[in-house]
């Protein structure tokens, strides 16, 4: 790889050896409790306390990797406030068990599958991660029993999709996909490969950001062996892109497989102009396009993450002209109903045989545009 394509080695990074660039290590050896975590930062008394009253509200699990990302002292690090719990997650306006605010469980025909829009599902076939963010918008799903998908359930919603023509985009998502087994995996996109009106598969994973050697060429061979595939991943911050997972992004896109990027727009994380825009021209450098920018959802324990919209749709409006149009993803509010957009628009007033539109620059353009 050329030396110009990478250089966001993160400056906490400890390199991992051969051993433990193996996803099977790195989630066998997940960080979960105070002591774990002693081993790799200064805990804050803030955070020693969080650990200790949200354990029975969400899990807590770390990758060595992303633990390697850290901030040893810093406990503003980007990275660090994505995974470890603070006290802050106790005070919120919102009931900390309202936890559905998509509505996404009177949306599923079968368990786990929501169906929202006409011509394609999200099949949660996973409730686990290979980490857990704080600000999970499925935390009702991590170790609750209800949620459990065994084979038969899996099943379940490959019937609901076979039977169902119009339903053309199967997003497989959780918990974490890939979470699952190569043959696990194998068999479920398989069985979807064999239904006529499916086109599209994609897959939803954050594993390039936890556990980039989960990405193995088998799991390459496999996707490819099933196209289209695409895949959507998770990085919120430049401090996620390293070596590791910029290898592993190499590795699907040669596999043919289309690589976009979910960010969650989080306060103190990744807030600022700046903040996203080195994200998004690293992700692009890596060959990931932004896709989507969520506002953060109401979900309990989260208002220390959470921006006004107006906010988010003034950071957008920075971006706009700022860096290249495909690394602006499109700024969206998830709503029981869907993803509605939220971007800048340029359209400021028809008068007569013209339209006016603002540039990004701010400045004012007539446009010959009649109505007929
Ligand atoms: C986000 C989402 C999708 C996929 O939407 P796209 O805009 O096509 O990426 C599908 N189903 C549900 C329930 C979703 O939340």
């Known amino acids: 790889m050329s ?8 400056r906490f990074s400890q390199p991992f050896n051969a051993g433990r660039q193996n996803w099977k290590w790195q989630l066998k050896n997940r960080l979960q409790s105070i002591e774990d975590l002693e081993q790799w930062i200064n805990l804050t008394d803030n955070e020693r306390e969080g650990i200790r009253k949200t354990g029975d509200l969400f899990r807590l699990q770390i990758t060595p990797y992303y633990a390697s990302l850290m901030d040893p002292d810093d406990p503003q690090c980007p990275v660090r406030r994505q995974v470890v719990p603070t006290l802050d997650e106790l005070e919120d306006d919102f009931d900390i068990h309202d936890l559905d605010p998509l509505e996404e469980q009177a949306h599923s025909p079968v368990k786990n599958l929501v169906h929202n829009y006409r ?3 999200a099949f949660c076939v996973v409730n686990r991660c290979a980490s857990y963010c704080r600000y999970c918008l499925r935390k009702r799903m991590v170790d609750d029993q209800e949620h459990t998908m065994n084979r038969m359930e899996v099943k379940a919603g490959i019937e609901y999709i076979r039977s169902r023509t119009e339903i053309r985009d199967v997003l497989l998502t959780g918990g974490d996909p890939l979470l699952l087994s190569d043959s696990q995996l194998e068999w479920i996109v398989t069985e979807l490969r064999s239904i006529p009106h499916v086109e599209l598969i994609r897959i939803g994973s954050r594993f390039p950001v936890f556990n980039p050697y989960r990405i193995t060429d088998e799991l390459c ?17 430049i401090n996620e892109i390293t070596e590791d997972a910029a290898l592993a992004m190499d590795r699907l896109s040669k596999a043919g497989v289309p690589i976009g990027n ?4 989080l306060k103190g994380i990744n807030n600022t102009a700046e903040a996203l825009g080195d994200l998004f021209r690293e992700l692009v ?21 959470r921006t006004s919209i107006e906010e988010g749709m003034e950071l957008m409006k920075a971006l706009r002209g700022r860096i290249s149009g495909f690394a602006i993803p499109d700024y969206v509010l998830d709503t029981p109903h869907g ?9 400021v007033k028809r ?3 013209h339209v006016t539109v603002r540039a990004y620059g701010g400045e004012l353009w007539d446009e010959y545009n009649p109505q007929k």
């Not at 506002?295 to 309990?300: D, P, R, V, W």
């Not at 993803?339 to 359209?347: H, I, S, T």
């Open 351 to 353: 008068d007569g045989d």
């Open 3 to 10: 030396e110009h394509q990478i250089t966001t080695q993160n």
């Open 285 to 305: 450098r890596i060959r990931v396009r932004p896709y989507y920018l969520y506002q953060a959802n109401l979900i309990g324990g989260t208002r220390h993450f």
């Open 262 to 265: 979910q960010t969650v727009l």
């Open 119 to 121: 011509d394609r599902v």
């Open 221 to 237: 061979r496999l996707l490819e062996a099933n196209h289209p595939v695409w895949f959507n991943t998770h990085f919120n911050h």
């Open 339 to 347: 993803k509605v957009p939220l971007n800048p628009n340029g359209f």
